[in-house]
């Protein structure tokens, strides 16, 4: 029987690291993204576009709403958001008389806005490197519980330090790359938030099924994308945009 020489073998492995080495595929976050050469691969505008560190980049567009995703549409102060986001909202303002959930709603003017009194929308404001603040907490011996509360216990502490230097700051901490890393998000929190438009329910039901555009925006870059588009139901909120001026970017 033949048998491969180990020199085969080793032949194998380089040219199995090597093209691995090689990939770019997978998770990057912003910071590293001048590392992908995107120019090159088709990108029309400068990377510095899409996240600048000391300036203000199309990341900044993208805003969390009580939990789901949104995008700022003009500069004062409109925010685009799926449907199913809003709901909650649309319930809420809707009564006997008004059914916004099934008829939809239109403000033509700023007085016609309806307050979202639950909702808020946090503005992403930047984030750093705290994986040595962490992990020194972190001991080998520990079981997986100790590890599990040290680790709530050291991301609610750093997350409260930040937010107390500035106003309306909301701070978290979250693990990247199976835990070898870690990084304080921050962001301001606008909590004065109002819908300015929504659609018929109708417009994205069709037989019976409600099909909306599915796929998170987070800020990652990431190589391949796997958003569906369907027929997609979109709620326009606003907030104050004078609580946006001056914003701190750090």
């Known amino acids: 029987m033949y048998r491969p020489s180990k020199y085969l073998y080793i032949a194998v492995m380089i040219l199995f690291l090597t093209w691995f080495g090689a990939a770019e595929e997978g998770m990057w976050m912003p910071h590293q993204i001048q590392q992908l050469d995107l120019n090159s691969k088709g990108l029309k505008i400068p990377v510095e576009k899409i996240y600048n560190e000391n300036s203000v980049g199309l990341i900044d567009a993208?805003?969390?709403?009580?939990?789901?995703?949104?995008?700022?549409?003009?500069?004062k102060g409109l925010i685009l958001t799926n449907h199913h986001v809003a709901y909650g909202a649309l319930q809420q303002a809707s009564d006997k008389d008004h059914d916004y959930i099934a008829h939809g709603f239109l403000a033509r003017t700023n007085a016609e806005e309806i307050p979202a009194p639950s909702y808020y929308v946090d503005v992403f404001l930047g984030y750093e490197e705290v994986t040595s603040s962490v992990l020194k907490h972190l001991k080998p011996h520990m079981t997986a519980e100790q590890r599990t509360k040290t680790l709530e216990r050291i991301e609610k502490k750093l997350a409260a330090q930040a937010e107390k230097k500035g106003k309306d700051l909301y701070c978290r901490v979250r693990s990247m790359y199976s835990g070898n890393h870690y990084y304080l998000f921050r962001y301001k929190r606008l909590q004065d938030i109002r819908i300015v438009y929504a659609p018929p329910q109708s417009i994205g039901v069709y037989g019976e099924r409600l099909t909306i555009l599915c796929g998170p925006v987070i800020p990652v870059i990431s190589r391949f994308y796997g958003l569906m588009f369907q027929r997609t139901m979109w709620v326009f909120l606003t907030v104050p945009i004078m609580s946006l001026i001056n914003r701190p970017l750090s």
């Open 62 to 75: 993208v805003v969390r709403v009580r939990g789901g995703t949104g995008s700022f549409v003009s500069k």
